[in-house]
């Protein structure tokens, strides 16, 4: 048995009784079966099909748009152009509340410009899609050609054509901060050393595209709006502003969803359309994605262009740091995140990461192109920023002469607290002690012998590392704290029935966290019961409690912090009354396995099923005054960041003649404080440490010249496979958080954030013999060869 | 262009030990089929282009993309999806091995890959690592990273040859 304690606000001593163990998911019998009910698989009566006829040019004047045929074909019901719907919306507006960024309105579909390929031209709704597709192409569009504006660093000098005539200077984001003497520092610098790093742009990529059924009623004036997102409420929200209905008639429920990675955390504009339509034709309308236009449209991500310079002393301290981060942000700015959340986090969020370097100075920027909007996607900024940081870093120390282990030893923070040059103070942690651990994990002296002898025999093993740390747990205080002034919150509701099983309601969506099974683990050790015996709804609808959604690796501790406000009323009670029933003082009664018993007397306890019951019916064991029922309402927001942090290597072969790189081992180092489950935490860190795998080596949605999207099925757009995983080592450091319900930090994003410059440095570690260096990821097998000479032109 | 002009065939299958039979636009697939004439949705549509295998299913005990075939082509034969594995109303071994290993996040994967796993254990009892891994590279699964999937077909392959 273990107890865990927390100094935080009021939280009880609570036998940890499930929170640590892996508790298997409630959610797998239900999916494993074929029972998981995702969106495409509900249907309704009378329902219609809609499909989106899109933009096939990347910049155009749009001169005409035919829609008569279309309308005649038998079997279509509404066929809507950008005109059409701008009579109920002009167009959605996006920006993120940071400094220096400039807001865009998105129309629902496009009027006089096409922006880029993909941008909705026409709706059609139809009896079937195949019908909707049939009329699509009947469809005819006359336009005019603009210049394509495709290149970032081009779109931002003096005299490019504009991709958006909303953006001058094709500027969606501008701005930046200095902290101490920077200029100084760099003048006197024993060395500089500088580089420009290139994530590719990536697609987030759930197996299960996105899709929206709207349900209008004109009787009830309701509208019932089914999507698969992360963030029902927020769209609730956006579509009673957007399209002027009584947010008391708009319900928004989230179905099964298969996998959301932060694509699913925007407002759409297919989540406006629906409805529109839906009102227009009173009958149910469903709109699936198919995979091309999930590549196509659907939040892409991660590209940016980061430069850093860092000034170090003669002693190899970092002394000071310059990073300048450029987004190519797309067309429009995708609500909420936008196209400014990407290069604004990597420079100002963390740049100097777990590096005590106080004096630096950022500057972030988005550039307008005629591509398909960016948005989030897992470790949104993280993950490029710490891509630039952690392969400088490994860069610096080669120059130098270190062990990437000594030189991040060297420059990393080792006292906490520490403040950070732009003022935010980091207090829990274990930096210096994921560092020395991985050196341990990998055998660092070890490997460096077997690289040796490998290389004798013309084989190339390399070794990368990369170290983390995140401000997790998305809230009010965290947004502040790094200058993002948002607000969120969530609220939960507890109830314990009469026979001591407990209902859970979160307004906390899943897309396949796995949040039902944590979250009922956090509520049974409150409650004492067993996880069976909870049953958690998480964010299906709208009508249950309010939640800023599943984003930002806020859930494992928003969730329980949430679920351990309400709880605690309920707990009392449930004490008091046990306490009458034993005939002994609540301090001395424990709450665990299904009972309460009297704590050194393992004779003397009654069951939770029995003293639920006797709260609902025996008012003579209520104390005097006893406020009856079990069941408690309570909103949460984290007081202040959290801060995750870790550190991976990746241990690499690379095959100079086929240039291909295979990942053998992930060693991977995880301090998100209390594990609530580790088969969960473990499940979290492999995938997210795949798809960093897959950013760096076989991810990349291609844009041509004229910014024709060259990636639109899943043969061009190539997403790791289980013949190229590595074997996965998993260490966990736990510093609980004394700032969060029972001591969880978030940790859905950290490995993907950590994972592509562990394997970028190992790379380079492996060519190193053939003085090659790469930057830009994806790496691909080309580009390996071009580096090592074995391919030129 | 023209629309194109449609055509319907009555189709009939053995779907998990029952008969179905409808008349559909001979350009239904075989998974849509199976989607909607059936309303079998076990069967997911992660690509409609033959490479995430999320629509895998058992046709005479072959594993076969439900998007790739049209459901009149599979007129007379027995098709098998995830909706039949349960072992009456348990999970059958492969299934409670997924659930034991955290082989599944969202799931969404998880039916097509769950049949081709069927099929690999049919027709070799005792598969290899190796094995294991080819069989399931031809499927995506976005959320786990695959390694939790192949220590629970391996669990599975432990527990014995049937798979019931
Ligand atoms: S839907 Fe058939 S392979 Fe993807
Ligand atoms: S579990 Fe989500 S795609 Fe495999």
Known sequence: MTWQTSSHRSTPMVAARSVGRSVLRSEDPRLLSGGGRYLADLSLPRELHAALLRSNEAHSRLLAVDVSEAQALPGVHLVWTGADVATFCQGIEGALAVDGCIATVMPLLARDTLHYVGEPIALVVADSRAIAEDAMELISVTTEPLPPVTDPNAALEAGSPLANEQLAGNVGLRGGASFGPVDECFAVAHRVVEETYHTGRLSPTPMETRGVIASYDWASQELKLWTSTQMPHLIRYFVTAYLGIQENLVEVLTPDTGGGFGQKAHLFVEELLMPLASRELNRPVKWVEDRRENLMVAGQAHEQFITIALALDSDNHITAMRTRALGDGGAFHQPPWSMAVEPWCAAAVTPQGVYNVKTLEYTYEAAATNKAPVGAYRGVGYMAGTYAREAIIDEAARAVGMSPFDFRRLNVVKQLPWVNGQGVTYDEGSWLESIDRLEQMVGYEEFRERQLAARAEGRYLGLGISVFVESTGESTAMGKAHGLPDVYHDTATVRMDPNGTVTVTLGLTTQGQGNRTTAAQVAADMMGVRPEDVTVIAGDSTRHTYGSGTVASRGAIIAAGAIGRAAGPLRDKLLAVAANMLEISTDDIELADGRASVRGDSEASVSIADVATSVYFDDSVWPEGFDPGLEATFAYDAGRPMFSNGAQAALVEVDPFTGFVTVDTMYVIEDCGTVINPGIVDGQIRGGAVQGIGAALFEQLLYDDAGQLTTTTLMDYHLPTADVIPVFKIEHLQTPSSHTWNGAKGMGESAMIAAPAAVLNAVNDAIAPFGAILRDIPITPEDVLRAIGQVTD | ?164
């Open chain 2, 1 to 164: 262009m023209i629309a194109m002009p449609s055509h319907t065939a009555t189709v009939a299958m053995e779907v998990n030990d029952t008969t179905v039979a409808a008349a559909v636009e001979t350009r239904t697939s075989l998974a849509e089929f199976l989607r909607v004439q059936a309303g079998l949705t076990g069967t997911k549509l992660g690509c409609e282009h033959g490479v995430c295998g999320a629509c895998t299913v058992l046709v005479d005990d072959e594993p076969t993309r439900g998007c790739l075939v049209f459901a009149a082509q599979v007129d007379g034969k027995k098709v098998r999806t995830v909706e039949g594995l349960a072992d009456g109303r348990a999970l059958n071994r492969l299934q409670q091995a997924f659930h034991e290993n955290f082989g599944l996040q969202c799931g969404f994967c998880t039916g097509g890959i769950l049949m081709s796993m069927t099929s690999l254990m049919e027709k070799e009892p005792n598969p290899s690592r190796e094995q294991i891994v080819e069989w399931l590279s031809g499927h995506l699964c976005r959320c786990t990273g695959y390694e939790t999937i192949i220590n629970a077909v391996l669990a599975a392959v432990a527990g014995g040859e049937d798979l019931r």
